[in-house]
């Protein structure tokens, strides 16, 4: 079956079973990678995507549940040929290792802080608590993501 | 996952005469955060999906005493509706400690109690406040109670070709709640869940107490002996205490991979007594 959605700002028109996942759809169909898959039990954090602007675990998501809905990955977030000012924090913060969990970091607390401009560093460790990491031990991400919502200039 | 047929009716009419069809061959697509990890590991092979997410059964009403809540409003919606805020704030403070975010985003009131997790925080809601089911088939339409709904672990008295369409959960008014939980990590569901709703008359006396729990049998439950302690008297710190050394004592839990019975029992001691302290506190506020 063809599945009509914007993934990213682009419409698109993808052949699917009903028996995938939206994340096998990135993955396997299109080619994106920017979702991981993690534990295809939505735990992780690995696939986040926002949907319609709200984080959805994408191995939670069977294919045809995506028609008509506006997807966003994490290369969703760029600014023309730079980086998002988040993910300038991340850099600058040392909040990325092996970067698996990355995407999924970004993605739920751009759009946490969308709804909570101005949170506490306890409301961003309760916001981010659904993604998991296992390189960093997260002080870092909190950071990052602390300075970029205090709105520090290049990143904090 | 299993290949399967995938229906997306536009109508109720519709939904229910897949359902009539297929029987125990169909499972319903809600959210599906329940629904997809267990097709994903391949525990469930449905010849066909169907799903209901066109249907319009999202809406948040408010009536005579009562909310009424569509089966596809999602937790998100409880954790952000005024409605809700205003007419029972408990359902706002339980919703936000469902899984994790992406599960709010998509998951359903109705998928919650269809699914019927003993230890999830909807049924526990349910059980406590004495709500309603609705649910349909082509056949009929039945109002349960969420005593009656919930039959044992992951199994409810949904018959196979009907689908729940909205809950009547009553108004809070001035009575004081909490939920207090306790999970091994963040998301994960509760090996305890305490609910306590308490309403305190102008004199300073409990007038009305309401004690359930999650995680403790194959169904949330009311403790009544423990509600009964506190039903007349002041709300102290020994009476409170009392009624959740009474509630704990009254519980059967059994040992799984993640916790003993004794630990459960325990758990379910301190929990009840923090969420009664919370409660009562709130209900003072407003008396």
Redesign the interface.
């Known amino acids: 079956m063809i599945v009509s959605f914007v993934l990213n700002g682009r419409a698109r028109d993808v052949d699917v079973l009903p028996s995938e996942t939206f994340l096998d759809v990135l993955r396997d169909r299109l080619g994106i990678f920017d979702a991981k898959e993690g534990c295809d039990e939505g735990v992780c954090g690995a696939c986040t995507v926002l949907l319609d602007g709200r984080p959805v675990s994408s191995c939670l998501v069977l294919a045809p549940s995506v028609r008509g809905h506006r997807v966003t990955t994490v290369r969703g977030l760029e600014r023309g040929a730079g980086l998002h000012p988040l993910q300038d924090a991340f850099v600058k913060h040392g909040a990325v290792q092996c970067g698996f969990c990355t995407p999924g970091m970004l993605l739920t607390a751009l759009a946490f802080l969308e709804r909570h401009p101005a949170p506490t560093r306890a409301d961003i460790r309760t916001a981010l608590e659904g993604n998991l990491c296992r390189c960093t031990g997260y002080a870092k991400i909190v950071d990052a993501v602390e300075a970029y919502a205090r709105g520090d200039s290049n990143g904090g | 996952?299993?290949?399967?047929?995938?229906e997306?009716p536009a109508t109720l009419e519709d939904a229910l005469e897949l359902l009539a069809e297929h029987r125990d061959d169909a499972k319903l697509?809600a959210g599906?955060?329940s629904l997809?990890?267990i097709?994903?590991?391949r525990l469930a092979k449905p010849r066909v999906?169907v799903?209901i997410?066109d249907l319009p059964l999202a809406a948040i009403r408010v009536a005579d005493g009562h909310l009424s809540l569509g089966a596809l409003v999602r937790y998100?919606h409880l954790e952000e509706s005024a409605d809700i805020a205003r007419h029972c704030p408990l359902l706002k403070e339980a919703a936000a400690l469902i899984?994790?975010?992406?599960?709010r985003?998509?998951g359903t009131v109705g998928g919650s109690l269809a699914h019927a997790d003993p230890a999830a925080e909807l049924p526990l809601v349910l059980i406590a406040l004495d709500a309603r089911v609705n649910v349909r088939s082509a056949r009929e339409h039945r109002t349960l109670t969420a005593r009656d709904f919930f039959a044992g672990y992951l199994t409810t008295a949904l018959a196979p070709d009907e689908l729940i369409t909205d809950i009547e959960v009553p108004v809070l008014g001035d009575a004081g709640y909490a939920v207090e939980e306790f999970a091994r990590r963040?998301?994960d569901f509760a090996l305890v869940a305490a609910l306590a709703v308490v309403r305190v008359s102008a004199r300073g006396r409990i007038e009305t107490a309401r004690l359930a729990f999650g995680g403790v049998g194959s169904t949330p439950l009311r403790v009544g002996a423990a509600e009964d302690v506190l039903v007349g008297h002041e709300p102290s710190e020994e009476r409170l205490a009392r009624a959740a050394t009474v509630a704990a004592a009254a519980l059967e839990p059994q040992d799984d991979a993640f916790a003993s019975a004794a630990y459960r029992r325990l758990l379910a001691q301190v929990l009840s007594r923090r969420a009664l302290a919370r409660a009562v506190a709130r209900a003072l506020e407003v008396a």
Do not use: I, S
Not at chain 2, 1 to 6: A, G, R, S, T
């Open positions: 996952m299993h290949p399967f047929d995938y997306a697509l599906g955060q997809v990890p097709l994903n590991y999906v799903d997410n998100h899984g994790n975010v992406r599960v985003t998509l963040a998301g």
